[in-house]
């Protein structure tokens, strides 16, 4: 029998153990994750209002639940536990699925003021990921600018819209829920550097804004014209034309007086945080102008749009894990084919998949080929794996390095225990939010 570790049990993680146990009927998969809880940003990044996409769940599950895969919650590895050198003696090979933990920064003055945020940060909030420490992102915040043209832009400014009785039938934890409901943003600018024809948003994202209750949308037609691939946007591929076409049609629309106002900007790139008080107050931007080259330039022209609070979007970042090789300028583990890389040469028994392998590109679906890709290799070099002696079973010498893996029961306690918490709330499901709940969730099934 080949025993594999995967560490992290999102999407890649999930359909890298898929790969291998359909593949190759000898192969025993342990899925490792640092969490208690499984499904990566499909648990902690997927909006709370996008059930469809949440529901992806039901078939993460479906391998979790696979005789052959097994769940390890609550295992750390690296920095604080087991390094990836011991991880490596316990199996025949290990796969690391650890995504893209940080975002990346702007880089400008003001930053770092109370009332700047990424993105990742309030996300992480309203998703009840348990590092969350994070509050206040609304208190006292009557106007938001959200940088960045992504789809997580779309998310969070949708999350700033949404009144309480939308959310509500969410899963979204309670706290974040009750302030949201007390909210007094009235106005979100979505704000991007490019132009239209360059938003990395998907028009189905893009679409919902314009669906929201006692919200309007506003988009600026001399704006957007300053794309000439707005202007005439035949030549674009079909996902772009399409967000052209939305916007159009919100830039021709009447104003509607609506409580809630959207505001679209383009070709504008923060260039400072101005303080109010000690505090975010406003944000300094530079007109920018196509460049010819499908970047921009700067104008040497501003404009300041007030905002109390500020969430940059503009992108994910993977981090080094100690005992890993890690190339700082892309973010990722050197591979190929999946194949970690440690001084250019193949590191025997050690892979990689997911957003640490090709960086925080693509969309859920991404992962399928990618994982494929590192099972192929894997499947490949098992001439050279199956000779190393490994224990029959790795969880006795976890529990020796002082771990408690939370297994799949522990995780169906937490379940369990979201669904009686929504119960007593008068809701459905609630997200337990901190750590402290979550274990006591998962120990009480072994007691």
């Known amino acids: 029998m080949l025993h594999i570790a995967v560490v992290g049990s999102g999407p890649s993680g999930v359909y890298t153990a898929q790969g291998l146990v359909q593949q190759d009927p000898q192969v025993r998969v342990d899925v490792l994750d640092r969490l208690p809880c499984p499904y990566g940003l499909v648990r902690y990044g997927v909006a709370p209002d996008h059930e469809k996409i949440k529901s992806l769940q039901n078939n993460l599950r479906t391998v979790m639940e696979h005789e052959r895969v097994r769940f390890l919650g609550g295992v750390q590895v690296g920095a604080g536990g087991i390094p990836p050198a011991q991880l490596r003696e316990l199996y025949h090979a290990v796969v690391y699925c650890i995504g893209a933990a940080t975002d990346r920064h702007l880089g400008i003055p003001g930053e770092e003021l109370p009332g700047s945020w990424s993105a990742t940060d309030f996300v992480s909030w309203y998703s009840a990921h348990p590092d969350s420490v994070a509050d206040g992102f609304v208190l006292g915040a009557r106007t938001a600018v959200v940088i960045g043209v992504g789809n997580v832009a779309v998310d969070v400014t949708r999350m700033l819209a949404r009144g309480v009785a939308e959310l509500s039938p969410t899963d979204m934890p309670q706290a974040a829920l009750a302030a949201l409901g007390d909210s007094k943003v009235a ?5 991007g550097r490019r132009g239209p024809s360059q938003a990395r948003f998907t028009t189905k994202e893009l679409r919902e804004l314009g669906s929201l209750p006692d919200t309007e949308v506003v988009v600026d037609e001399a704006e ?10 035949t030549e674009l591929p079909a996902a772009q034309r399409r967000n052209v076409e939305v916007l159009r049609g919100w830039a021709a629309a009447p104003p509607r007086g609506a409580p809630r106002r959207i505001r679209l900007r383009f070709f504008l790139r923060p260039v400072e945080l101005l303080a109010d008080g000690g505090r975010v107050g406003a944000v300094r931007f530079e007109r920018t102008a196509p460049d010819g080259h499908g970047g921009v330039t700067g104008s040497g022209r501003y404009e300041d749009i007030e905002a109390q609070l500020v969430l940059r979007s503009v992108g994910y970042r993977g981090v080094p894990l100690e005992g890993l090789p890690f190339e700082t300028a892309t973010g990722t583990v050197p591979h190929r084919a999946g194949r970690v890389l440690r001084d250019g040469a193949v590191s025997p028994g050690e892979y990689v998949a997911g957003w640490i392998k090709r960086g925080p590109t693509g969309v859920i679906g991404t992962n399928r080929p990618c994982a494929k890709e590192t099972v192929t290799s894997l499947l490949e070099d098992l001439p050279g ?9 790795a969880l006795p010498a976890l529990k020796a390095q002082g771990l408690a893996p939370v297994e799949w029961t522990g ?9 009686e918490l929504g ?3 008068g809701r459905s499901v609630v997200k337990l939010p901190d750590w402290q709940s979550l274990m006591a969730a998962a120990r009480a099934d072994a007691r």
């Open 224 to 233: 957007l014209a300053i794309d000439p691939a707005y202007v005439d946007p």
């Open 385 to 393: 794996l199956i000779g190393r002696e490994v224990p029959e079973d």
């Open 411 to 419: 995780w169906l306690a937490i379940e369990r225990a979201e669904a």
């Open 187 to 191: 106005e979100v600018h979505m704000v």
């Open 423 to 425: 119960a007593s709330l």
